[in-house]
């Protein structure tokens, strides 16, 4: 009787030890503000201790791989497909098996082999000045090459990962010999050599530097919400339009995630993923991030809201990450510094 109490006594142990000691690593390409506090309400949920290292995109693939079958990464978090696409390709991640992710996840925003998944979506619209330039006067994307256009156009450089999948889409889409035309007509209508961010090309529209810019709606979304009056006040100055409303939709990235191939706690990084496509970490999540949520029936902010409905591409987003370097290729070719 006492070896069995005995024997129970230490399996409750077991148990309660293992909870008090699971734990979860995440690397992640978010800032820690923007991301800490929905992984904190994950452990409070769970149990699971998580440890959080923040740094640049690139440079935390970059270090995953050197660190090899010894990493102790669980979890990357990343943004735009093809960073995800880059970390697969390297044999980075693994597949994972989860009717959660399945779920909540459509099938063009998650990786073929569920190395994958999306956690936000951003859509890299066109963004005009609301006192030089009217919604009547733009359409598609494609018409940004009319000669109306020379010298009124601001966009990142084309080492910038996001103009590499939104040229990559359109190669899918159009073909490659169209989309070399549209990107050596757009280079022409730059209104000044490539440089800065994505805010930065807002901020150059409201100076009146140019009377265009390309950019992402989460950077417009954080530029309204900024404690800094001057971001606020040049975010003010342009307005959204979504282009190829009538015929393929704008281009749509994501933000997401996947398990590391040597990932020493493949279960509570499997729980950590499927929390973040709950409804409750998706709002908070998309929200603080200025971000659509992947998964439906959740609410957009209200300054995503103001920005209107719209028609987003509808390609699968692996093609998008394995025509990186054909994009990046014929970037060089128009002329895109």
């Known amino acids: ?31 820690e503000a923007l991301i800490k506090p929905v992984l904190d309400t994950f452990s409070e949920q769970t149990g699971i201790k998580v440890n959080l290292i923040t740094g640049n995109a690139d440079a935390l693939i970059s270090r995953i791989a050197s660190e090899g079958k010894f990493s ?16 697969k390709s390297q044999d980075l991640l693994q597949s994972v098996t989860s009717n959660e992710l399945s779920q909540h996840v459509p099938a063009r925003l ?26 009547e006067e733009l359409s598609d994307m494609e018409s940004l090459t009319d000669e109306k ?78 404690s800094d009056p001057s971001q606020v006040k040049a975010a003010e100055a342009v307005a959204v339009f979504w282009p190829n409303q009538e015929n393929r939709g704008v281009h749509v990235n994501i933000s997401g ?22 409804a409750e ?19 957009q902010s209200p300054v995503l809201v103001q920005f209107g409905d719209f028609k987003a591409e509808d390609i699968p987003l692996q093609r998008v990450g394995q025509l990186n370097a054909e994009a990046l290729v014929l970037m060089d070719k128009a002329g895109w510094k």
């Not at 399996?11 to 800032?31: C, D, G, I, P, W």
């Not at 899918?172 to 209508?189: D, S």
């Not at 040597?262 to 499997?270: C, E, F, W």
Request: charged share 20%; proline share 3%; aromatic share 8%.
């Open 257 to 278: 995630a996947g398990v590391a191939r040597h990932a020493p706690n493949k279960d509570a990084a499997v729980r950590l993923l499927e929390y973040m496509l709950t």
């Open 149 to 226: 256009w020379k010298g009124r156009i601001c966009i990142r450089s084309s080492s910038n990962i996001y103009n590499q999948s939104m040229v990559a889409a359109l190669i899918e889409q159009l073909g490659e010999q169209a989309t070399l035309a549209w990107a050596k007509g757009l280079v022409k209508n730059f209104a000044r050599p490539p440089k800065g961010g994505d805010r930065d090309q807002i901020k150059a529209v409201a100076a009146g530097q140019c009377d265009i810019a390309i950019a992402n709606t989460y950077y417009l979304a954080g530029m309204l919400t900024d």
């Open 72 to 87: 102790p990464a669980d979890v990357l978090i990343t943004t735009d497909v093809g960073r995800l696409h880059r970390a």
């Open 1 to 31: 009787m006492k070896n069995a109490l005995g024997l129970v006594l230490l399996a409750l142990a077991t148990v309660a030890f293992s909870a008090h000691s699971a734990e979860v690593n995440v690397y992640s390409a978010r800032k």
């Open 110 to 135: 998650r990786d073929a082999d569920n190395q994958w998944f999306a956690l936000t979506k951003r859509a890299r619209t066109i963004m005009y000045s609301k006192d030089r330039v009217s919604a």
């Open 281 to 299: 970490a998706q709002a908070w999540y998309a929200e603080h991030n200025g971000e659509y949520p992947v998964r439906e029936g959740v609410e």
